[in-house]
């Protein structure tokens, strides 16, 4: 039974645009990013572009260490392609109770629970998915132009490998996350409000504020986006906090626990809110 409710899921998703169009603009978004900050600071190591020219000072300064800067640019595949798996995630909940297929939905399986552990999973798995496509972007532009700089990839190394496969983890926990969201709060509109101006605002500020004193440091762990780059390894926000100041991390299965965490208070939370009402 529920092997047919993931079936179907999956119909629902893939019969829509909105997942191929996410994907698309993913790939773009994560490779134009990854392969121009790679060329800005590959160049940079390698001598073949002026610090001074680029306007980020003079010598290295400010700059990753060499040995750190293609994790870094790989890792743009989730610090900042995160907010695709959510959105979709979110859509394909909230598109439900848009467009009341739901009902039809309960009419053929009136498990409600066992419906939305199905569709927990269906976009667990596009949300690795989506994973994938953007390390394409992140991983093969990225390592395109460091070496075309005659920097190492570092591709032969394992912890990069490691690297790469928690970032499909933390998208498809991300994917689930937009899960719960929609269910929590089934208004499509106000669903992506909340995605946008979290992730793109309201989480970020956070973060770079709580860099300055251990005490909201250690808070700031516990965010999902902190937490989604604990899991990964690499994150451009470890770029991003002033010279000598406070910081703490979690350890990469400490930051997926968080980021499952929240996924599973969102879903759980959406499934007593909304998705045990009438949705008729």
Request: hydrophobic share 55%; net charge neutral; charged share 10%.
């Amino acid at each position: 039974m529920l092997l047919r409710a993931i079936r179907a899921e999956f119909a629902k998703l893939l019969t829509t645009r909105i997942w191929w169009i996410l994907a698309a603009v993913l790939f773009g978004y994560i490779g134009m990013l990854s392969g121009g900050l790679a060329a800005l600071f590959a160049g940079i190591q390698s001598g073949a572009i002026d610090p001074s020219a680029a306007g980020t000072g003079t010598g290295t300064q400010g700059t990753p260490p060499l040995g750190s800067l293609p994790p870094l640019v790989y890792s743009f595949a989730s610090s900042v392609g995160y907010v695709f798996p959510v959105l979709l995630g979110a859509l394909a909940t909230t598109g439900e109770f848009r467009h009341q297929t739901l009902t039809p939905t309960f009419l053929a399986n009136p498990r409600r629970a066992q419906v939305l552990g199905a569709k927990v999973i269906t976009l667990f798995l596009a949300g690795a998915a989506f994973g994938a496509i953007a390390l394409l972007a992140s991983v093969g532009i990225g390592a395109l132009v460091i070496n075309a700089f005659g920097v190492d990839t570092l591709l032969g190394d394992s912890a990069t490998w490691s690297l790469i496969g928690r970032t499909v983890i933390a998208m498809a926990l991300w994917a689930a996350v937009g899960v719960g969201l929609g269910v929590l709060v089934p208004s499509q509109v106000a669903s992506i409000v909340i995605v946008l101006a979290f992730t793109q605002f309201v989480e970020p500020l956070l973060r770079f504020a709580s860099m300055f004193t251990e005490a909201t440091a250690g808070i700031a762990t516990f965010l999902p986006g902190a937490a989604s780059d604990a899991l990964v390894g690499a994150s451009i926000f470890t770029m991003a906090g002033p010279v000598g100041g406070a910081t703490s991390t979690l350890d990469w299965w400490q930051g997926g626990l968080v980021l499952l965490a929240y996924a599973a208070a969102a879903t759980v939370g959406g499934y007593f809110v909304s998705w045990r009402r009438d949705v008729t």
